[in-house]
């Protein structure tokens, strides 16, 4: 009886005691590892927890509450995603900082603008990213006065130094009348300023270029009305020089309509197949008698492989035509000026590997295949490799003095730059001081239509 006594006493123990682990210990221990599974984002065994009543109520909220966790968590996520979508196709840098200037969020742009790499600093200051006290003190006026603030920063440092920002700060208010932070923009201003300082200057130019003939025109036509009578020698004189003048004024009112023309959007190309082996040869037999009286020899070499030119052939003709100008121009006497169409990959990498010449980039690139090279070559005084970079823009002369002394209206490479722009193409310039100069017009042969940006001088 005893031992009897004793099994049964072991089996109630026992039954007792698992009967406590799965009700009270077991459900527990399942619920704390549902707890750190879910707090570790990992997927829980289980949720359903058969112990007891109330271990099996928190296994079902837990589970309620773990399905509303994902639900917010990708709520999150989408919401991130699309704001993060957005601030990264935003072509200008923008920041969000708290009320102490604290960096809370930051596009690329803004990084690349100030060539930062990965924001590694957690709550970094907007002014240890940037270094710019002028910039911190906008955003504090921001944020202090709950009034958005703009300023300009002039920036010498990142990846494409001397631009010019726009910047502006407009503060955050969740809980008004204190301001939570602020948004703070940075616009790269520099290609709008660029083409308003070339606006100003193209009128500035053109305002000089008027004034010298029109006071020319003017004093003489005073001293005629005071003096009717003036010998025939004199009279002659002073109509020449008024012809002279007339004719300076003519050719700038040309030059300006036809950069106009290239320029609007509405400039079109009537493209034709142009044999240059033809084309090039007519242009000299009409430029001999200037030749001619400046006692200039002209060569033309033309590669016999070269197939035709797809190209507007007025168009053309005006680029050899400004070309061929620009070297009579500036010639020795007795010299020689020579004309070259070339073409292939090796005629358009030649050029650009020489240190000494400088490559003024269209809109498109020009293809490695299948491009032809115009050139006009003289042997004048050259032109300083200082100036190679600006002589294609609007007036620019690169020896003012002599330039008046040659004429011209200063417009005639900036509208060889433009028609090759609209073809597709490039210009380029080599010289050596001293020893001449070599302007090449670089043209695809099947040229697609451009997207250009030609206010880009």
Do not use: C
Not at 97 to 106: C, F, H, I, P, Q
Not at 225 to 235: F, H, I, K, N, R
Not at 334 to 346: D, E, K, M, P, Q
Not at 398 to 425: C, N, P
């Amino acid at each position: 009886m005893t031992w009897v006594a004793i099994g049964l006493a072991l089996a109630l123990a026992l039954f007792t005691a698992g009967r406590i682990w799965r009700r009270y210990i077991q459900p527990w221990r399942e619920v704390d590892e549902l707890l750190e599974a879910m707090i570790e984002k990992r997927a829980p065994r289980k949720f359903l927890m058969t112990g007891n009543v109330r271990a099996t109520r928190i296994g079902l909220n837990l589970e309620q509450l773990s399905a509303r966790l994902r639900e917010l968590e990708d709520g999150a996520n989408e919401r991130e995603f699309s704001v993060q979508a957005v601030f990264g196709a935003m072509p200008d840098g923008l920041v969000v900082v708290d009320e102490k200037r604290r960096l809370r969020l930051a596009n690329m742009a803004f990084r690349q603008t100030f060539g930062l790499e990965e924001i590694t600093t957690p709550g970094a200051s907007l002014l240890e990213l940037i270094g710019h006290i002028s910039v911190d003190r906008l955003v504090t006026e921001a944020i202090q006065t709950g009034e958005p603030r703009r300023g300009s920063l002039q920036l010498s440092r990142g990846s494409h130094p001397g631009r010019e920002l726009e910047v502006r700060a407009v503060p955050l208010h969740e809980n008004p009348p204190r301001s939570q932070g602020a948004v703070v923009l940075f616009h790269d201003v520099t290609e709008r300023r660029q083409v308003e300082e070339m606006r100003r200057d193209f009128v500035a130019n053109v305002s000089h270029e008027l004034r010298t003939p029109l006071s020319i025109f003017r004093g003489y036509l005073e001293t005629l009305l005071d003096d009717p009578q003036q010998p025939p020698g004199e009279l002659l004189r002073i109509l020449a020089v008024m012809e002279r003048h007339s004719d300076r004024l003519h050719a700038l009112v040309e030059d300006v309509l036809s950069l106009a023309r290239i320029e609007s959007p509405e400039a079109e190309l009537d493209l034709t197949d142009i044999d240059l082996s033809e084309f090039l040869p007519a242009i000299l037999r009409d430029w001999e008698p200037r030749l001619h009286a400046k006692e200039l020899h002209a060569d033309l070499e033309v590669s016999p492989e070269l197939p035709p030119l797809r190209a507007d052939g007025g168009r053309l003709q005006e680029v050899i035509y400004n070309l061929l100008d620009n070297a009579v121009k500036y010639s020795r006497a007795g010299s020689a000026i020579t004309v070259r169409a070339t073409g292939g990959t090796t005629a358009v990498l030649s050029r650009i590997k020489d240190a000494s010449s400088t490559i003024m980039d269209g809109t498109v690139p020009v293809p490695p295949l299948d491009a032809i090279r115009l050139s006009v070559s003289d042997q004048g005084m050259g032109i300083r490799e200082s100036d190679l970079p600006r002589i294609f823009e609007r007036f620019y002369r690169a020896d003012k003095a002599r330039s008046r002394e040659f004429g011209g209206t200063g417009l005639g490479l900036s509208i060889v730059k433009h028609i090759a722009q609209l073809h597709g193409g490039r210009v380029e310039a080599e010289s050596t001081l001293g020893s001449g100069a070599t302007i090449s017009v670089i043209f695809p042969i099947a040229p697609a239509l451009p997207a250009r940006d030609i206010a880009n001088d």
